[in-house]
């Protein structure tokens, strides 16, 4: 039983189109509802022509990515029991229609970060780029938070302050543009706003926001456990506190400690090779190795450090993050899984004729394509040898005893 080949896709206003994504070899789809407001109940009838939409093209809807979590839940405010309820009824009604493995975050306030969408390679194609100079220019000029200087290293301070000095109007409305951005069709925060979080997540703080995190899972695992439901939280991305805003979803130890406050089946992980493998604490074979039987769904890309800690995303297999050893690991917990693990190409290289497309910054078609059918190459020749190894460990072993 292979992993399932699957590919994320935005729904019927995705430039990238089912048809194209058949052809690329994926046969499931990771999608949301990304239209619903955060917090609102998907209907039942909408998802199940989310479905219908999807079953039409030949694929399978494998995962939903994300029902996000509502900032009444992540910060635990007054109001949150409604926003409680409501998830559930989402879930109820994903299962209902048979999808029953959902992927979601608690990062607060913003998604991913990064702080370039177009960063240029050597051979012409665009890559997401996360620059901690860049972030400190956002950080202490763009957002002025206070005391946001001691949040980085010195020389990177110091860099921060020449590089602004050079950035014209234009510069820093596209930096702060795209930090604010998080997922495509999820629509941006605004710099009040994001500073009265940053107020308000200060005063719930790290131990705080775990709370909230078991809070949420305790409130929700009673319907999993009804319905079948998995529920999979994606790691911080990157790893590591910005902003001065709390993370706690950033390594092994943080990921082993979600999994024992709510010690259930139903709470699992979503495995981003990338998030994890931003962080040099992280080593992503290791990870994989310690939560890896809680793990339904998987990310898969690669990224590149520097001395700093920025980092840009590199080719699938070429990178920090050592694939064939995650792969490896990966068919390994998918041989004793009654139901296969979904993968999916996460991100890929705006290149070729997609340069001259407007595209979803990370998901154009064929930069996926590419590190989808890397990604298969590998399963593959990973998942034969193994069999091989274990047909001729068998052989050893009859032969051995005549
Ligand atoms: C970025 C994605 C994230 C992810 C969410 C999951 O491309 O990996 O936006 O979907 O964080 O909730």
């Known amino acids: 039983m292979s992993l399932i080949q699957s590919w994320r896709w935005y729904g019927p206003n995705d430039p990238v189109t089912l048809q194209d994504v058949r052809q690329a070899g994926a046969t499931g789809i990771v999608s949301a509802l990304h239209h619903i407001p955060h917090g609102q109940v998907w209907p039942l009838e909408e998802i199940q022509e989310r479905k219908r939409i999807i079953e039409a093209a030949g694929l399978e809807w494998v995962v939903v990515e994300s029902v996000p979590v509502h900032e009444a839940i992540k910060t635990r405010r007054t109001d949150c029991a409604l926003y409680l309820e409501n998830y559930r009824q989402t879930l109820r009604n994903l299962a209902a229609c048979g999808i029953t493995t959902v992927c979601y975050n608690f990062m607060p306030v913003l998604d991913w970060t990064r702080t370039n969408l177009a960063y240029e390679l050597e051979n012409g194609a665009k890559a997401l780029h996360f620059d901690w100079v860049d972030l400190a220019v956002f950080d202490m000029f763009i957002l002025q938070r206070a005391e946001a200087d001691k949040d980085y290293a010195e020389e990177v301070v110091q860099q921060a302050r020449e590089k602004y000095r050079n950035f014209s109007e234009e510069d820093l409305q596209k930096l702060s543009d795209i930090i604010l951005m998080g997922v495509p069709t999820e629509g941006s925060v605004t710099i009040p706003e994001l500073l009265q979080s940053i107020d308000i997540y200060k005063n719930i703080g790290h ?127 998918n041989e004793e899984r009654e139901l296969p693990i979904p993968f999916r190409p996460d991100h890929g290289h705006q290149m070729l004729d997609d340069l001259h497309k407007v595209t979803n910054p990370g998901y154009s078609a064929i930069g ?35």
Do not use: W
């Open 207 to 333: 131990t705080g926001l775990r709370e909230n995190l078991a809070y949420f899972l305790e409130s929700i695992m009673d319907v999993c456990e009804e319905t079948g439901i998995n529920m999979t939280i994606h790691p911080d991305d990157p790893p590591f506190a910005i902003l001065g805003l709390p993370r706690i979803a950033t390594s092994k130890e943080d990921l082993l400690d979600i999994l024992h406050r709510v010690d259930r089946p139903a709470n699992g992980i979503c495995f981003c090779t990338g998030s994890l493998g931003a962080g040099s604490h992280n080593n992503p074979v290791d990870i994989l190795k310690a939560v890896g039987h809680r793990v339904y769904f998987a990310h898969l890309r690669n990224v590149l450090k520097d001395e700093t800690g920025s980092f840009y995303e590199s080719d699938h297999l070429a990178g920090d993050v050592d694939m064939f050893g995650v792969m490896q690991e990966l068919v390994r917990i």
């Open 368 to 402: 996926r394509l590419r590190g989808l059918a890397e990604l298969r190459g590998l399963e593959m020749g990973i998942a034969r040898s193994m069999n091989q190894t274990d047909l001729h460990e068998q052989r050893h072993d009859t032969s051995s005893r005549h």
